[in-house]
């Protein structure tokens, strides 16, 4: 626990890495329907926060608006105190690591093709890259060696994962976009990842956005957790004061993860 | 005289004729291959001309075979009697197929892998070469599979217009109302496609990128 306090104790202290200033967001098309409206947030910088959420929240398009996968529709977002409409898209994204649901590698690339990715794309010079697979290879647990040559479909779906981490690593970014990464894997391997990330997250200090479903993932891995209801923040609290919420949304939760015994009725 | 014995005297006619027909097929497969594939990748950056473009390889596809022939014989420059004429009309049918694969194998791979590819920073352009494109190969030549098929069963119209191959033994078999003759033009175009798509069947399967 007393990490969690030194990371709390660097929270005020830290920068603002990413700040939403009364965003909404509105499908195109369907104007009637906001998907997010009022978000108000500032992330700092090394913080770990967990957008948590039911499906249909709004948690994922949260995410998405950071890398401008999907654009704000009225409010502020900032992105290392720039306008994200500001950055030039395809600088944005390569200064941002994202882990997604199912991990998305790309089946016709190797495993070595797949992580070096966004360094390629920055023209990195050979040798640095090649280092480079090997260091973030080792971060996530891999033998580099084994692997660079192996395809996707060759590889377990714990493994694809760690993959998934690594390629978002790859290229050193200060920024790490994660969506629900442990979501489909089967429950020994999600806690042995967790752990490992939570590991990891030690070693290499990196701003980071996770979304979740799962309170226990939310309170393990996070500095900071936001919950999200029908499109708005509900609550916002550290780990330990999260349990003591006394919302229905964050009841539910805690009940549905049988933390508290018993949700509001 | 059976099929057999007609095959054992004419052979030289009949491989010289399979030889005009594979020529026929072949340049008017490449051709057909050149301007669909491309066609097909500018249309997923270029969408608004999506409908117009598919909407005028299917038209071609509607016409009946000998009368496309038919039309195009009074056309200047294009037109006329001969192989040129042929081939421009087989380029025209074999169009849609390959057209309609690359467009339909470039959009529907899975929006994760896409969404992914963009979140990564890659561009537009970047994602269609390097994402898209290796894995819609074997759906492109499951098209162009289909289109050489065809081709080479509408190839055996063009001897109508005076552009030689297989067709020619077909059409002098109805005149003669032989059947000797007419397989004699038949069975080697059946064998062309049989062979064409195991081949390219084999390609595709090769080619095919597993998820």
Redesign the interface.
């Known amino acids: 626990m007393s990490t969690r306090t030194n990371a709390k104790a660097e929270i005020l202290s830290g920068e603002t890495t990413i700040e939403f200033t009364n965003v909404e967001y509105r499908v195109p098309g369907r104007d009637d329907r906001s998907v997010l409206s009022g978000i108000s947030l500032k992330i700092h910088q090394d913080e770990t926060i967990a957008l948590l959420g039911r499906s249909g929240s709004g948690k994922t398009t949260m995410l998405k608006l950071i890398n401008r996968l999907r654009t704000c529709s009225s409010g502020n977002l900032c992105v290392e105190n720039q306008p994200v409409r500001n950055w030039d898209v395809i600088q944005l994204r390569r200064r941002i690591g994202y882990v997604i649901q199912e991990v998305g590698l790309f089946p016709h690339f190797t495993i070595e093709q797949n992580v070096c990715l966004v360094p390629g794309l920055e023209n990195w010079p050979a040798e640095r890259i090649k280092l480079r697979f090997a260091e973030v290879m080792q971060l996530v647990g891999l033998n580099p060696a084994e692997y660079a040559d192996k395809h996707p479909r060759e590889l377990s779906g714990g493994q694809r994962q760690r993959i998934g981490v690594a390629r978002a690593l790859a290229a050193d970014p200060a920024i790490l976009l994660m969506d629900e990464p442990f979501g489909a894997l089967d429950p020994v391997t999600r806690a042995e990842l967790q752990r490992e990330f939570l590991a990891l997250s030690r070693k290499v200090s990196k701003t980071t956005v996770l979304v979740t479903h799962d309170l226990r993932e939310a309170l393990l891995l996070a500095t900071r957790v936001v919950l999200l209801d029908a499109g708005r923040i509900v609550a916002e609290a550290s780990p330990e004061d999260f349990l003591k919420l006394d919302q229905k949304v964050a009841r539910d939760f805690m009940a549905a993860s049988e933390l508290v015994t018993g949700a509001a009725q | 005289m059976n099929v057999w014995q007609f095959f054992a005297r004419h052979r030289a006619e009949i491989l010289s004729a399979t030889h005009e027909h594979l020529s026929l097929v072949l340049i008017s497969m490449a051709i057909a291959v050149a301007i669909g594939v491309p066609l097909g990748l500018a249309l997923v950056t270029h969408p608004r001309w999506r409908a117009a473009a598919l909407a005028v390889a299917s038209i071609f596809q509607t016409i009946p075979s000998l009368a496309l022939f038919g039309f195009l014989i009074p056309l200047p420059f294009l037109g006329g009697i001969g192989p040129r004429t042929a081939i421009i009309a087989l380029v025209l049918y074999a169009l849609l197929p390959i057209l309609r694969n690359t467009y339909v194998g470039l959009t529907g791979i899975d929006p994760?892998?896409v969404?992914?590819?963009?979140?990564?920073?890659?561009?537009e352009r970047?994602i269609l070469f390097r994402?898209r494109l290796?894995?819609a190969t074997s759906f492109i030549l499951a098209g162009i599979r289909t289109a050489t098929v065809i081709t080479i069963g509408v190839a055996t119209i063009a001897a109508a217009i005076g552009a030689g191959g297989l067709g020619t033994f077909i059409f002098r078999g109805v005149a003669m109302v032989s059947d000797a003759v007419i397989l004699a033009g038949a069975i080697p175009a059946a064998l062309l496609a049989l062979l064409a798509d195991f081949l390219l069947g084999w390609l595709e399967r090769r080619l095919r990128?597993?998820?």
Request: hydrophobic share 60%.
């Open positions: 994760a892998i969404e992914a590819a963009e979140a990564m920073g890659m561009t970047q994402v290796p894995l990128v597993a998820g």
